[in-house]
């Protein structure tokens, strides 16, 4: 009865979250925001505003004079987002919401006010010592795995060999994150110091569907044996992604979400054998086979070969660089 209660009440939250009709198209005055986004959008960018009064809306902008973490005052005309006019056309409102935003917003009038500390705040600075101070391709490997920001160039490379996951902030690097952190501090004598690291990790790489999957896994792992229980892997992946989709239904429609869930399921159901991980990257491949084939069209061949080597070669070179 228990279990069935709960399945009817998450069911609900989620059938109201996603009932709840977009804000209410218009212009405003005085709006004061922080920018915890900037990303390219095509030829754009787009930007993230975390509004005092409009909750998060999305504007784009020709140039990226805005960086994360300014707060800025402006004025605006909000616009909902489109939706797809033919199944399997990308959609606008899925694709945002999943990101936790509202609305477009055409933003002007702007002027940036004093701003305090914020993770975005930190993020620009980390990205922009890194630019400066460390090698151009070291520097967009580090960018992507620290901060969760991509470069298009190196994006289109790893596309092409089939390893774009690699720079994607997955479970590969919260793992890879936590693991070292756990070797220094000591994995259950400093509990709280090792969640609270991963949390702010998770935070500070842009908080990632996939990132947040794996770290809500970890703290389970963690969590466990404190409880006196053991960690099943399938339930652990399955009590993630129902929590975060109780946080934010629409992540169901992102494509990070789906095939980060689908990955870790099937990590997760491989019997555990001396020579598994000569198999678990095919294994792994062909179960998002269709889903990768459904949003991108293609899927490198070559990445079938790369991922039985690539992974333990960048978890090495992800320590060492850092």
Not at 68 to 80: L, P
Not at 196 to 202: E, G, K
Not at 242 to 263: C, N
Request: hydrophobic share 50%; net charge positive.
């Amino acid at each position: 009865f228990a279990g069935l209660l709960i399945a009817v009440l998450c069911s609900a939250r989620i059938f109201f979250a996603l009932s709840v009709p977009d804000i209410q198209e218009g212009s405003f005055t005085n709006e004061t925001g922080l920018i915890t986004l900037v990303r390219s959008w095509g030829k754009i960018y787009a930007i993230v505003i975390d509004t005092e009064n409009h909750g998060r809306l999305v504007g784009r902008f020709h140039f990226s004079e805005l960086t994360e973490g300014m707060k800025i005052n402006f004025d605006g005309t909000i616009r909902n987002f489109k939706t797809a006019k033919t199944p399997g056309d990308f959609d606008e409102r899925n694709f945002w919401k999943a990101h936790g935003a509202d609305a477009w917003v055409t933003a002007k009038n702007i002027k940036e006010i004093p701003a305090g500390f914020s993770l975005p705040l930190m993020r620009y600075k980390l990205s922009r010592n890194l630019t400066i101070k460390t090698r151009e391709r070291t520097a967009n490997y580090l960018k992507a795995a620290w901060l969760g920001q991509h470069n298009e160039k190196l994006d289109s490379q790893h596309r092409k060999w089939g390893t774009s996951h690699l720079l994607a902030v997955s479970g590969f690097h919260v793992g890879i994150a936590v693991l070292c952190a756990g070797i220094i501090l000591g994995r259950y004598k400093n509990f709280l110091i090792l969640s609270i690291f991963m949390w702010l990790y998770v935070l500070l790489t842009g908080s990632a569907a996939s990132s947040m999957r794996a770290a809500l896994m970890i703290q389970i792992g963690l969590i466990s044996p404190l409880l006196g229980r053991k960690t099943n892997g399938v339930n652990a992946v399955s009590a993630a992604g129902v929590i975060l989709l109780l946080f934010r239904p629409f992540l169901f429609w992102d494509i990070g979400w789906r095939l980060s869930m689908i990955s870790a399921m099937t990590l997760t159901m491989l019997n555990r054998q001396k020579f598994t991980w000569l198999y678990a990257g095919t294994a792994v491949n062909m179960a998002i086979f269709p889903q990768v084939i459904t949003v991108f069209k293609t899927m490198p061949f070559a990445g079938f070969i790369l991922n039985l080597f690539a992974p333990l070669y960048f978890s090495f070179a992800f320590v060492i660089a850092s």
